[in-house]
């Protein structure tokens, strides 16, 4: 896939971090403000397509595999599964539910579990759409060469 | 009312898509059309007249909030419509790879 | 609180990313490890089974309790018709993972067949236990999802179409679901199917009802293929792996389909005359359609995917007489002994069309063919596939002493109970058109000369796909000892009460 003019490419230089930046801000403050862990990881994922779809495929040597994406896509699921299930063992002893401590509202490090939930649903969002993506352009590339 | 019967049409609108359009991205865009008119049908459930936004802040106590659970099913329903136009763009591309085509008069492989 | 409840989907889960992270560090890990993940589930669904006593099991997710009676939580519900559909499936599913050890081995990506598979059983075993409107949606998404990908997975033409055939009528059926969801938010406020009973227990006849009853019948028909909304059944079965085939012919039109519809309307809506009367003419409908249509195929999964159409039209009219019998209010024995036929018969398709679709499977494993008219004489050269496929077809058919026999004559007795004369002919017609096409079946496959030498070097097929069709042959003959009464009290009488006593579902959920 050939990338794009050089405008496009200087711009998006200087963009995809900003919005790499803001897709954190929107995970982390997922439990006071609105968006939260798809939205925010749908941002970052965002930001690294910009950059494929930029550059075009070619001169970024993609792997013919989605080891990568793919790999940090199925760890943060089982971290999410993993901490559902911790709750279990821990505290009131019923599947999914608040047992750090629930700090003061409208804080950052408050409300206990759903900060960490925000995270790795963020994580695993955004992984899963860059292996949609990868698959279909490495696919265009193995079928068309 | 009217906000109702719109979302609706809108239905009908992608309903009309799947049934007629030849071109298998078409379809797909017809059903991702149907997806979110039923998504706006959810979320003017909710609504309450002169209600604000579900977040709750500290200083101003008390005061009227929109529904939040359609808002949250909505969210949900929005990934798993992400999930299934992710899976019938793959088949889209593949059978484009296996039959040069996009158009299903042409893809009619099994009969009977 | 049964702790165990929860695991049920978190463990399937957990394999199936696990089987697609450790995948790629240790090889053939998958082939040990799923297996096993699955005969746990399998142990224990059977546990729960025979802990389950009379009253259901609830489970609130996240710990939250009743607010002032009513219910807050999404709750994961286990009772007798859950625990009766968990054995199903992960039965089933054992069986026929076991079965594609040896036969995916003809693929390239394995590793994600074992993870989508996990995430199948995920699914179905989350939609029979919740006991939550948009919960159910969502499981039912990730199974279905899954299906879609497993249906595509040998990448050939006529599996790419018949996944998209699937795909456009599967993503339609979901999205009139969630509108009917969306519409009974919007009259009752709550989505806790207990609740919902409670607010809807006025109107009967209310015309907004009616709609979303019709929006649900359509939605979940299309899921569980009942005429007229058959269309995707026979490209998608006929074109899956076999394995598949068997889950889901077996098990996946069931839990996310039938199950479903039942649930909802015995335990949800009160009984209407005019919905039973469109269950019953549906089920009949599939039942002779799906028969006439595979009299006249020669294409031997194309066969049992119409079969499977009609059997289930036998489980859907079974449901649909008697409600039409509740309804009115009179007959009860009849009713009870019609919701005993559904539910028996439903367990004796998931046994023996699984057997049937696995069987296929072994055919085209080592015939390279689907085609009968190119198979012929395999009864000496394959013996396990031919006794085991004898039988099956035997039971599908009703002749005694298989399973099939007494729930299609429980039935028909009971239609003639309710003085529905004209559905039992009906019954026993189609029955005959089945015996036809299983004979039809069985001649050209095994009994035949064959037509070609090369025919006569084959051999039979490898040890895990012999084991999971023997496994399903016994279980065919066991579960013809249901018919006793003294055994089906304890193996369907729960089921059966949560149907019938439907203020028992939510008199427990809400008085809590």
Not at chain 3, 60 to 79: A, E, F, H, N, R
Request: glycine share 8%; net charge positive; aromatic share 12%.
């Amino acid at each position: 896939m050939e990338g794009m003019s050089v405008i496009i490419k200087k711009v998006t230089q200087l963009l995809a971090g900003l919005i790499f930046v803001y897709g954190i801000y929107i995970i982390l403050h997922g439990h006071l403000t609105p968006g939260g862990g798809f939205a925010g990881g749908v941002i970052i994922a965002g930001a690294f397509i910009l950059l494929i779809l930029a550059f075009g495929s070619s001169e970024l040597n993609l792997k013919t595999e989605v080891s990568g994406s793919s790999g940090t896509e199925s760890l943060a699921i089982l971290l999410v599964v993993i901490l559902a299930l911790m709750s279990l063992l821990l505290g009131a002893k019923v599947f999914i539910v608040n047992f750090l401590p629930k700090g003061l509202p409208g804080e950052l490090l408050s409300a206990g579990v759903i900060p960490l939930y925000n995270l790795f649903v963020g994580v695993e969002v955004a992984g899963a759409i860059l292996t949609i993506f990868l698959a279909l352009v490495i696919f265009k590339e193995e079928s068309s060469t | 009312m009217t906000a109702y019967i719109l979302t609706f049409i809108l239905f009908l609108v992608g309903l009309y898509g799947v049934i007629t359009r030849r071109n298998l991205i078409k379809i797909a865009i017809s059903l991702s059309i149907m997806e979110f008119s039923i998504f706006l049908l959810l979320v003017l459930i909710g609504f309450i007249d002169g209600g604000s936004a579900p977040i709750v802040d500290p200083e101003k106590a008390g005061t009227l909030y929109v529904d939040p659970l359609p808002q949250a099913m909505v969210l949900t329903a929005i990934v798993i419509g992400l999930a299934t136009t992710a899976m019938l763009m793959a088949i889209a591309i593949r059978l484009y790879r296996k039959y040069k085509t996009f158009d299903i008069r042409e893809i009619k492989n099994l009969r009977g | 609180m049964n702790a165990l409840i929860p695991l049920f989907v978190a463990l399937p889960l957990i394999a199936a990313f696990l089987v697609m992270i450790l995948g790629k560090l240790v090889s053939k890990f998958h082939r040990f490890f799923t297996p096993l993940v699955l005969l746990i589930l399998l142990a224990m669904a059977i546990y729960e089974f025979s802990m389950a006593g009379m009253a259901p099991i609830i489970y609130t997710m996240g710990g939250w309790s009743t607010l002032g009676g009513i219910p807050v939580g999404i709750y994961l519900v286990l009772d007798g018709f859950s625990v009766l559909m968990l054995c199903i499936i992960n039965l089933v599913g054992f069986i026929a993972l076991f079965y594609s050890l040896s036969y995916m081995k003809q693929y390239t990506a394995e590793r994600n067949y074992y993870a989508l598979f996990c995430l199948i059983i995920a699914g179905m075993n989350g939609v029979v236990l919740s006991g939550d409107l948009f919960n159910l949606f969502v499981f039912m998404e990730v199974s279905v999802i899954s299906s879609y990908a497993l249906v595509a997975f040998g990448v050939g033409k006529t599996e790419l179409e018949a996944s998209f055939k699937y795909q456009v009528l599967g993503v339609l059926a979901s999205m009139l679901i969630l509108l009917a969801i969306g519409l009974i938010y919007w009259q009752t406020k709550t989505l806790n199917i207990a609740d919902v009973k409670t607010l809807l227990k006025g109107g009967a006849g209310d015309p907004f009802l009616v709609f979303i009853q019709v929006l649900l019948i359509s939605g979940f028909g299309l899921k569980a293929a009942i005429v007229p909304f058959h269309a995707w059944l026979p490209d998608a079965h006929s074109s899956a792996p076999s394995p598949i085939s068997a889950m889901l012919s077996g098990v996946l039109i069931k839990a996310v389909g039938i199950y479903v519809l039942i649930r909802l309307f015995f335990n949800m809506f009160a009984f209407s005359h005019e919905i039973a009367v469109i269950f019953t003419v549906l089920g009949t409908l599939s039942m002779v359609a799906g028969a006439l249509l595979a009299l006249m195929q020669w294409d031997l999964k194309r066969l049992l995917a119409y079969s499977s159409i009609s059997q289930i039209g036998y489980v859907v009219m079974a449901f649909g007489m008697a409600m039409v019998l509740l309804s009115s209010g009179t007959n009860q024995g009849a009713a009870v002994l019609a919701v005993t036929g559904a539910v028996y018969h439903l367990v004796n398709h998931a046994v023996f069309k699984g057997l049937l679709f696995l069987n296929a499977g072994a055919l085209e494993h080592r015939l390279e063919t689907r085609d009968l008219r190119k198979m012929g004489g395999l009864s000496t050269a394959m013996p396990i596939t031919s006794s085991t496929s004898l039988m099956a077809s035997m039971s599908i058919s009703g002749i005694p002493p298989f399973n099939g026999f007494f729930s299609k004559l429980i039935i028909i007795i009971a239609a003639i109970q309710g003085h529905f004369y004209l559905l039992a002919t009906l019954a026993i017609v189609v029955s005959i058109i089945t015996l036809g096409y299983f004979l039809k079946f069985q001649r050209y496959a095994f009994f035949n000369k064959p037509l070609e030498k090369a025919l006569q070097k084959i051999r039979e097929v490898p040890f895990s796909m012999s084991f999971s069709m023997l496994v399903l042959a016994v279980l065919c003959f066991a579960l013809s000892l249901l018919a006793f009464p003294a055994i089906s009290n304890e193996v369907l009488r729960p089921a059966i009460d949560v149907l019938m006593q439907s203020d028992l579902y939510s008199i427990t959920i809400t008085g809590l």
